[in-house]
């Protein structure tokens, strides 16, 4: 149990589709994150939200839609993905001072293994 | 801008051997500096971290980690290394700005293989 939860563990996507993930954090931090990992790659830093802020956008496509509706939730809406998209997306919380991440540990969940077809 | 880098992409151990992981970072001033594990399929988990104090810290798992600061470098290290060490190791570096957000950079992380 590490107080980031993220549904589904796995999903299977057409390059039509509409799906969504999802992230729960149950530790009261304030700042709420989404990863990217692929096989080979470093681990991509997509969107962070700071108080349902998003604070940072790191040239992800919009393909990609984030969403916080409050500090202890994070979606991730997907659509029209590419194959290349397929990776583990990873959803973290920390709790920040302010503007302020740097400093403080960062909680991850187990992530979604996502495969677009 | 800080980065983070880590020499080693993948490394092979037997089990029992000592094991020391390379981290070096680029900053003007003292950094936040992290260590996290991932075990395959599964998320990262904090392993110790270094804000000020003692240079040489702590971490779970009997691992810990020297900050020097001359050679801008927080090195994991492990007297013994058991097989369930096998993972992924990020080294991670954040630094606060005063003027605007800042966040943790994560390193490209370095592979962990131990042969029994």
């Known amino acids: 149990e590490t107080g980031v939860t993220q549904t589904p563990r796995h999903l299977v996507m057409g390059m039509t589709n509409k799906k969504s993930l999802k992230c729960e954090q149950h530790l009261g931090h304030n700042a709420m994150y989404w990863y990217k990992q692929s096989a080979k790659k470093p681990l991509e830093l997509m969107f962070v939200?700071?108080?349902?802020?998003?604070?940072e956008n790191n040239s992800v496509p919009s393909r990609f839609s984030p969403e916080c509706p409050n500090s202890s939730h994070l979606f991730l809406h997907l659509h029209t993905l590419q194959p290349e998209d397929s990776a583990l997306y990873l959803c973290?919380?920390?709790?920040?001072?302010?503007?302020?991440?740097?400093?403080?540990?960062?909680?991850f969940g187990e992530g979604s293994w996502l495969t677009v077809v | 801008a800080q980065s983070v880098t880590q020499p080693d992409i993948h490394i092979t151990v037997s089990e029992g051997a000592s094991l020391e992981l390379r981290c070096n970072y680029s900053y003007g001033a003292t950094p936040y500096l992290f260590w996290y594990v991932q075990s395959p399929g599964q998320g990262l988990q904090l392993l110790l971290k270094?804000?000020?104090?003692?240079?040489l810290v702590q971490g779970i798992k009997g691992f810990e980690a020297e900050f020097k600061r001359s050679q801008s470098s927080f090195n994991l290290r492990k007297p013994s290394v058991h097989w369930s060490d096998a993972a992924e190791y990020f080294c991670a570096v954040g630094a606060r700005i005063e003027t605007s957000y800042d966040k943790v950079i994560f390193g490209p992380g370095t592979s962990l293989s131990v042969i029994p």
């Open positions: 939200y700071n108080f349902k802020e998003q604070t």
């Open positions: 973290a919380s920390s709790q920040g001072e302010g503007r302020h991440l740097s400093g403080n540990t960062i909680y």
């Open positions: 270094y804000f000020s104090g003692d240079t």
